[in-house]
């Protein structure tokens, strides 16, 4: 799935890490993986090629299904 710019909606280009390129605003973006329960940002944990979320703040392990997304301008 494209990842869209949350300020013009084109489809952004991957840098590396959570880096986002748009070509629109000719910005970069961080990308946050936020709980959906208490909308705090989520620990992301990389094994083996798959990712998981974990919510330190009660909510455990939670589905990269649930996750909401929230962009930042790089600075
Ligand atoms: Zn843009
Ligand atoms: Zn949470």
Known sequence: ?????PHCHRAMRWKQGNLFYCEGCCKAYQQFAL?????????????CG????FCQHGHGLISKKRITL??????
């Open 35 to 47: 709980c959906p329960d208490c909308n705090k940002p989520l620990e992301k944990m990389q094994a």
């Open 50 to 53: 798959a990712v998981d979320y």
């Open 1 to 5: 799935m494209d990842t869209l710019c």
């Open 70 to 75: 929230n962009y930042a301008e790089d600075k």
